[in-house]
């Protein structure tokens, strides 16, 4: 068996560790899934509630998922079997994780492909290639889904070979910010377009009557998905993180830094579809917002398509190249769990590992280039149900297996000033209490509200 000590690796620092966890959370599921699902369920009143879904249930979950990472140093399924001295049944959570990890990536990987050949797409289109960029903008394509679901997962292997510090450290530390200042420059410019400001009204004005049982399980899932949470994503990230560093407060960082995207995604999508609409493209369908790839992949080009000119290119190319950055700090940290889980349990270092199950994991996704309409099937059962389920069991398990007492131990050190907080007061309450018993809530009233 090799010696994979060396292959575990741990961060240089906070800012490394934040960058890379955010870099885990904003992705696909900001810039895409959020503002389409916030399109889909009724714009302000889904906002609200994901907001609330973020911190309330999310951010304790958060630190619960790094204090366990930290406190065992090992993948989801070495943490729980460790707590709990090789308890199977307490494995099956890590090892629901780590499946969560795989079929997530599997489809994620495809969505990613998009937004890269989106990139040739804008690029073409506006040097006068029609041709091309209509071959580059075909997501329909198979043959197009699955090349670029190629490339996309050797850009992720290939960082994740590189480890922790040199390879997720390096890649996050630049990708970060430049994806935040796309962003900005991005939202800058449609505010100013005629029809905007109907999309800011509807995103920012919630309308509580919308709210229902689907509107609640949908903001649930999201924050979830959002924050890469109950599938040990964290767990892993945290596993890296040095004793000196605060918990609470990286949580806090990275929670933030995540719901800020979301929030800047909604202010840049919203607006661009009222926008598209002026510009005379049909943005309801089905009696409601567009929402899904039609929304990103058809109304967002033809909006960079009618400002045309040089503007209208780099605007195009720079939203598709924003939206790959964002999804390859995702999928870096959905097979980190995997590689870390290889590495740890198997003993397989860390370069076979990443391109063992990185390859085994395309194999999936070139079975859904062919089959696209699997994604949102997919979605639903190992994302929606999956990590609100994971983080249910996280919850339990740290409350009443491992005991608040031991995690808060953990906690403690890199947090002087723990004992005197009121994390230290609210936290055993929200994950003894109200995060389990609200996931329980709502998947029981989505269960029983579709049979
Ligand atoms: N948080 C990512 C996004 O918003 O796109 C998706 C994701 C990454 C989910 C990692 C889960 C995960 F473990």
Redesign the pocket.
């Known amino acids: 068996m090799a010696d994979t000590t060396d292959d575990r690796g741990v961060w240089s620092g906070k800012l490394a560790f934040i960058l890379a966890a955010a870099g885990?959370?904003?992705?696909?599921?900001?810039?895409?899934?959020?503002p389409t699902e916030a399109a889909s369920h009724g714009g302000g009143a889904f906002l609200l509630l994901y907001l609330v879904f973020a911190f309330l249930i999310g951010f304790p979950v958060m630190m619960a998922e790094m204090t366990i990472g930290r406190n065992t140093r090992k993948n989801p399924v070495g943490a729980f079997s460790f707590l709990t001295g090789g308890n199977k049944l307490y494995i099956l959570i890590g090892a629901w994780?780590v499946l969560?990890?795989i079929m997530?990536?599997s489809y994620?990987t495809v969505v990613a492909g998009w937004t890269f050949s989106f990139v040739f797409e804008e690029l073409f289109h506006f040097m006068g290639f029609g041709g091309l960029s209509a071959w580059f903008g075909d997501t329909s394509s198979g043959l197009n889904n699955a090349i670029f679901s190629v490339l996309f997962m050797a850009a992720t292997i290939t960082i994740i070979t590189g480890g922790v510090a040199e390879g997720i450290e390096k890649a996050t530390k630049t990708l970060m910010p430049l994806l935040l200042l796309i962003l900005v420059i991005l939202i800058g410019y449609v505010l100013t377009q005629e029809g905007s400001m109907k999309g800011l009204s509807q995103y920012l004005t919630p309308d509580i009557g919308k709210i229902d049982t689907e509107v609640i399980f949908a903001a649930m899932g999201q924050a979830?998905?959002?924050?890469?949470?109950?599938?040990?994503?964290?767990i892993t990230y945290g596993s890296y993180l040095p004793k000196r560093e605060n918990i609470a407060g990286a949580a806090a960082y990275v929670t933030l830094f995540?719901t800020g995207i979301?929030f800047l995604a909604g202010l840049l999508i919203m607006p661009a579809m009222f926008v598209a609409q002026s510009n005379g493209i049909t943005i309801f369908a089905d009696g409601g917002l567009k929402a899904g790839p039609a929304l990103i992949f058809q109304v967002l080009p033809n909006m960079f398509h009618n400002l045309g000119g040089v503007w209208g290119m780099i605007f195009g190319v720079g939203f598709f190249l924003l939206l790959s950055i964002?999804?390859l700090t995702?999928?870096i940290?959905?097979l980190e769990?995997v590689t870390a889980y290889a590495i740890d349990e198997h003993g397989v270092q860390r370069k076979k590992a990443a391109m063992g199950v990185g390859s085994g994991i395309l194999l999936i996704s070139l079975i859904i280039s062919f089959n696209i309409n699997l994604i949102s099937t997919l979605d639903l059962v190992f994302?929606s149900i999956g990590?609100p389920l994971g983080g249910f069991l996280i919850c339990l398990f740290l409350a009443y297996k491992w005991g608040p007492e031991n995690a808060m131990e953990e906690i403690r050190q890199g947090y002087a000033a723990f004992d005197q907080s009121l994390v230290r007061k609210a936290w055993p309450i929200f994950i003894k209490v109200i995060a389990p018993l609200a996931i329980l809530y709502n998947l029981l009233s989505t269960l029983y509200g579709a049979f």
């Open positions: 885990s959370a904003v992705g696909l599921g900001n810039i895409w899934r959020f994780g969560c990890g997530i990536l994620y979830f998905f959002s924050l890469s949470l109950g599938m040990g994503a964290i995540d979301a964002a999804a995702s999928t940290s959905l769990v994302s990590l």
